[in-house]
């Protein structure tokens, strides 16, 4: 595996269920961020991961729970969701936050809240 | 603060033709700029950025882009566009100092035959 990659691509769920969505980079990275992408919306920065340790929380709700046991690996915990959480949820690895270097997007998980 | 206006929603254009997509920021310190492509049912994925140096940038798949400092614009353009090249384009700018991106709303770039 290259890149960035997310799991599952696509999630339905109903607003009582618990899932999980992960991502993966393989580029040694050391920062980590959650987007949500929904439609007619721009993209919403959500939490940041630097060295482990989360940097950024943009007043996300709290039925989204971010967990990042190491460098490479990224959660988001979903639990009592409400249907305008339904979107595209993008995860993004860059060398640092703060560096110069860009960010490399996953393909992210097309999440359905029913 | 910072923010990012892509002054196009929709850019409408036939195959072979030229093409500019407008992109105005604002910021109190100094940024990084950055252009995106989004294909459908993926990630983004970086066409080029502007970090220091020349004004213009030439990214991957023919498209550059040009740095304006006085006017606040990092527009990209591309002289001639394939049909391949339909897809959703965003730019970004980059905190130098705190290291935070904001992105544009995003334009989406319909290349007709």
């Known amino acids: 595996e290259t890149g960035v990659t997310q799991t599952p691509r696509h999630l339905v769920m109903g607003m009582t269920n618990k899932k999980s969505l992960k991502c993966e980079q393989h580029?040694?990275?050391?920062?980590m961020y959650w987007y949500k992408q929904s439609a007619k919306k721009p993209l919403e920065l959500m939490f940041v991961?630097?060295?482990?340790?989360?940097?950024e929380n943009n007043s996300v709700p709290s039925r989204f729970s971010p967990e990042c046991p190491n460098s490479s690996h990224l959660f988001l915990h979903l639990h009592t969701l409400q249907p305008e959480d339904s979107a595209l949820y993008l995860c993004?690895?860059?060398?640092?936050?703060?560096?110069?270097?860009?960010?490399?997007f996953g393909p992210g998980t097309r999440l359905t809240v029913l | 603060a910072q923010s990012v206006t892509q002054l196009d929603s929709q850019v409408p254009v036939f195959e072979e033709a030229p093409v500019e997509l407008r992109c105005n920021y604002s910021?109190?310190?100094?940024?990084?700029l950055f252009w995106y492509v989004q294909y459908p049912n993926q990630g983004l994925q970086l066409l080029l950025k502007?970090?220091?140096?020349?004004?213009l940038v030439k990214g991957i798949n023919g498209f550059e882009a040009e740095f304006n400092k006085s006017q606040t614009s990092f527009h990209l353009r591309k002289p001639s566009v394939h049909i391949s090249d339909t897809a959703e384009y965003f730019c970004?700018?980059?905190?130098?100092?705190?290291?935070?991106?904001?992105f544009g709303d995003g334009t989406t770039l319909t290349v007709k035959p």
């Open positions: 580029l040694g990275h050391n920062a």
């Open positions: 502007y970090l220091s140096g020349s004004t």
């Open positions: 970004a700018v980059r905190d130098t100092n705190a290291g935070k991106s904001t």
């Open positions: 910021s109190s310190v100094s940024v990084y």
């Open positions: 991961y630097n060295f482990k340790e989360q940097t």
């Open positions: 993004a690895s860059s060398q640092v936050q703060g560096e110069r270097g860009e960010q490399f």
